[in-house]
T-cell receptor, first 112, second 113 residues
Framework: GDSVTQTEGPVTLSEGTSLTVNCSYE??????LFWYVQYPGEGPQLLFK?????EKGSNRGFEATYNKEATSFHLQKASVQESDSAVYYC???????????FGAGTRLKVIA | ETAVFQTPNYHVTQVGNEVSFNCKQT?????MYWYKQDSKKLLKIMFS???????VNETVPRRFSPQSSDKAHLNLRIKSVEPEDSAVYLC????????????FGAGTRLSVL
């Protein structure tokens, strides 16, 4: 299949602590992998994407490595801030396919 | 910056009424989508249009129907709303090809009383 599985939320962290949101995908093809972030009252927006296996994506201090062997794309940040409170989605899209497949979303709350 | 525009932002209606939501994208994309986001933030694809042709139609109730006049517009009509239709409806667009980013509008929140 094409499913995407990610850490079930909500996740509550204190400011300054580290974040890991796990994401795993089924291997049918070698998809492009995405992380999206949704702030309250807005639509999801791209955080970053990685089209190739074994490469890393990053943005705003967040990063994830496309691990083909482990079929994983875990999101990490060394030190979260209150402004990082949002819902994070891992997603995939196969080459030549119109369909995006999203994980269930992980709600993050960061406490000052 | 060009983007994906949805109207209205919020709509309250009663069971059995008809509603329509509008979506326009100015990004020059050739594919547009409607997603339903429930209270648990789960995103479910409803419809997808590529150059005015329906290419994905997930199993949604028949009271939902997409309407596209051109590749920049994709509207959503709900013929007779039911309480379980209360959700946020997100419009999105992209270019063909697996590496392309999906761009979302801010959403239309529907409340059915």
């Amino acid at each position: 299949g094409d499913s995407v599985t990610q850490t079930e939320g909500p996740v509550t962290l204190s400011e300054g602590t580290s974040l890991t949101v796990n994401c795993s995908y089924e291997t049918k093809q070698y998809p492009t992998l995405f992380w999206y972030v949704q702030y309250p009252g807005e639509g999801p927006q791209l955080l970053f994407k990685v089209p190739k296996a074994n490469e890393k994506g990053s943005n705003r201090g967040f990063e994830a490595t496309y691990n083909k062997e482990a079929t994983s794309f875990h999101l990490q940040k060394a030190s979260v801030q209150e402004s990082d409170s949002a819902v994070y989605y891992c997603a995939r899209r196969n080459t030549g396919n119109y369909k995006y497949v999203f994980g269930a979303g992980t709600r993050l709350k960061v406490i000052a | 910056e060009t983007a994906v525009f949805q109207t209205p932002n919020y709509h309250v209606t009663q069971v059995g009424n008809e509603v329509s939501f509008n979506c326009k994208q100015t990004l020059g994309h050739d594919t547009m989508y409607w997603y339903k986001q429930d209270s648990k933030k789960l995103l479910k694809i409803m419809f997808s249009y590529n150059n005015k042709q329906l290419i994905v139609n997930e199993t949604v109730p028949r009271r939902f129907s997409p309407q596209s006049s051109d590749k920049a517009h994709l509207n959503l009509r709900i013929k007779s709303v039911e309480p379980e239709d209360s959700a946020v409806y997100l419009c999105a667009s992209s270019l063909q090809g697996g590496q392309n980013t999906l761009y979302f509008g801010a959403g239309t929140r529907l409340s059915v009383l």
